[in-house]
């Protein structure tokens, strides 16, 4: 649903937005500052629609139906056919955490509601300045193209790695990304041949061996570090996924060759 002629120079918004009398305010302040505008009344709306017409910016509200504003912007910035469009929510929740849950998941900026029109407006042109010093890393990051189920794996790989010693439980992890813990696990399948704890196993192992080998840190550090409750059950771990206990590894004991049981993400 577009509002000015297709063939504008103007810059393009995309406004996933479900409130109408605030949908309705955000496209009469924008109209006035010739941007051309596309709407979305909720997140899987959204995301097609951010796919298919490629906006320069999306201003995305948090609260919404189907897929909520922070699991759009999850798989926005998975998929490189939309990970450098920038994101801005609109929210009328004054909370720092969620705040600080929607800049680490990928968006550029947060405004409260209700918001100022000059405001709204400053900070659109803000980072479109931005974003257009970036046009030939984002032009090299759309020219790979995603699946659905691979956008999704790649989605659960950045929300599990950003923090191995507190990873969420599957039916979390899920629902961080909007969909069904069965379609997430059958995501994995399919892109990876592994189930969301074997990648997640990999991850950890892997990520043990490197500190292992490149730091002093202790195990139990170094368990706390990949998530495990304790040293013990972290060296029983090790030595099941490697055939060698942490302690060998790291003097270099360790059988030529069993690294190759871990999967690249």
């Known amino acids: ?79 490189p056919a939309t990970a450098g469009i920038p994101v801005v929510f609109l929210s009328a929740a004054d909370d720092l955490s969620e705040r600080l849950i929607g800049l680490r998941d990928g968006g550029v900026d947060y405004i409260l509601k209700p918001f100022e029109s000059e405001e709204v407006i400053a900070r659109i042109r803000i980072h479109l300045g931005l974003t257009a010093k970036d046009l030939l890393d984002d032009a090299c990051l759309s020219a790979e193209h995603l699946n659905e189920e691979e956008v999704l794996v790649r989605a659960a790989q950045s929300q599990l790695l950003a923090n191995l010693s507190q990873t969420p439980r599957l039916d979390e992890l899920a629902e961080r990304l909007g969909v069904s813990e069965k379609r997430l696990s059958r995501a994995f399948r399919r892109c990876l041949n592994m189930t969301v704890f074997q990648y997640l196993r990999n991850q950890r192992m892997r990520t043990a061996q490197r500190l292992l080998t490149e730091t002093s840190l202790s195990m139990v550090a170094i368990s706390e570090e990949v998530g495990f ?32 049981t871990i999967h690249d993400s």
Do not use: W
């Open 229 to 260: 409750t304790s040293a013990a059950n972290f060296s029983t771990a090790f030595r099941e996924h490697t055939g060698v206990s942490p302690s060998d590894y790291r003097r270099g004991d360790a059988p030529g060759g069993f690294t190759s």
């Open 1 to 79: 649903m577009f509002f000015s002629e297709a063939v504008s120079p103007s810059p393009h918004i995309l406004i996933v937005e479900d409130n109408p009398d605030q949908l309705r305010l955000l496209i009469e302040t924008l109209r006035s500052s010739d941007f051309r505008l596309s709407v979305a009344f909720d997140g899987l709306q959204g995301y097609d629609r951010a796919l298919a017409s490629q906006p320069d910016l999306i201003l995305l509200d948090v609260r919404m139906p189907r897929l909520d504003g922070f699991a759009l912007c999850r798989r926005l910035k998975a998929n």
